[in-house]
């Protein structure tokens, strides 16, 4: 029998994982959440493009009517989605570092190159090696977490200006997934 390291990709295999700890829901939540899933028809497909529930949100929101909106199964799926989308020979994904671990594993497993920029000592942007990197290596995706985690850092917004000016060629992305957790 062939060995699954003779299969798998070297460096899928030289990676570790991403740890996620237990966590049970609290009961009353989880009373709560079975009501309703009672009534919610678990034997099909879910809808492809929820139109109503992508209406509600944009109006709750304020989501400004010419912006799309495209629903995941949590941020880690949109993210596999657009380092999916935006695979090609040579394409790259730049973001800092230490930064959401998702970003450069999900484009490793897409075979796009990531570049780590590595933040300033006290968690700002490096904009000036941000710069640098998005004109060498021309990315796809340039991903800024805000808050950044890690660290916990809401970048300066003239920074991430900056930032999106110098990459008139990428994606910008700007990854709110904790902004619930900051000011
Ligand atoms: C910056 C950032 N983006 C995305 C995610 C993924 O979020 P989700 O649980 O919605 O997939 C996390 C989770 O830690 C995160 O810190």
Do not use: W
């Amino acid at each position: 029998m062939t060995r699954p390291q003779g299969i798998l990709r070297p460096d899928v295999l030289a990676m570790t994982c991403y740890p996620v700890p237990d966590y049970r829901l609290p009961a009353n939540l989880a009373a709560q959440l079975g009501e309703r899933l009672v009534d919610v028809a678990l034997n099909r497909y879910p809808e492809p493009r929820p139109t109503a529930l992508i209406e509600k949100i944009k109006r709750v929101m304020q989501v400004p009517a010419a912006c799309e909106l495209l629903l995941g199964n949590g941020s880690d799926e949109l993210i596999s989605m657009m380092s999916m989308a935006c695979t090609k020979p040579g394409a790259a994904v730049v973001a800092p570092v230490p930064g959401f671990v998702m970003y450069a594993m999900s484009a490793k497993f897409a075979g796009l190159e990531f570049i780590g920029v590595p933040l300033n000592v006290d968690f700002t942007l490096d904009v000036d090696a941000l710069i640098a990197a998005i004109k060498t290596h021309n990315p796809a995706l340039v991903y800024l977490a805000y808050p950044n985690n890690p660290t916990g850092t809401l970048y300066d917004d003239a920074d991430i200006e900056c930032v999106i000016a110098a990459a008139p060629n990428s994606l910008v992305v700007i990854d709110e997934a904790y902004q619930l957790f900051a000011q």
